[in-house]
């Protein structure tokens, strides 16, 4: 009988709202999360044009300089992706098929590996 009562409640103030009305809203919300998230993403690709200003010289000391940290920022992205896409988790499930595909050196990996924060760059 409440159920009723709160059927009938309902079903008379439902008509006020359009139900477009609310699911435009929906995916707007939804859209702007996924958009965030998107663009939350940093990019080699702007990294490195800052990078080429901000590192001028033609010597080899500035060139070795700017693809080192190209290196690095391409790292970081492949370990941003690795942790959010599972194509690309497929594609590395662990930090020595990076190793083997020339993305990172012995070197850097026994890097990551000492910092306390490389426990979140592995999914369980």
């Known amino acids: 009988m409440y159920f009723e009562k709160l059927s009938i409640y309902c079903n008379h103030y439902a008509s006020l709202i359009p139900m477009s009305f609310v699911l435009g809203f929906y995916v707007t ?3 702007n999360r996924w958009w965030s998230q998107y663009t939350s993403i940093p990019l080699p690709d702007s990294i490195m044009c800052v990078l ?5 010289g033609g010597d080899e000391r500035g060139r070795l300089l700017r693809r080192t940290l190209m290196r690095y920022a391409s790292l970081a992205s492949l370990l941003i992706l690795r942790s959010v896409s ?3 988790f497929k594609r590395f499930p662990t930090m020595d098929h990076v190793v083997e595909a020339g993305d990172c050196g ?3 990996l026994m890097k990551i590996e000492i910092n306390p924060w490389s426990m979140y760059l ?3």
């Open 29 to 31: 919300l939804i859209v």
């Open 52 to 56: 080429s200003g901000g590192l001028q």
């Open 106 to 108: 012995k070197n850097v």
């Open 86 to 88: 599972t194509a690309v």
């Open 122 to 124: 592995t999914r369980k």
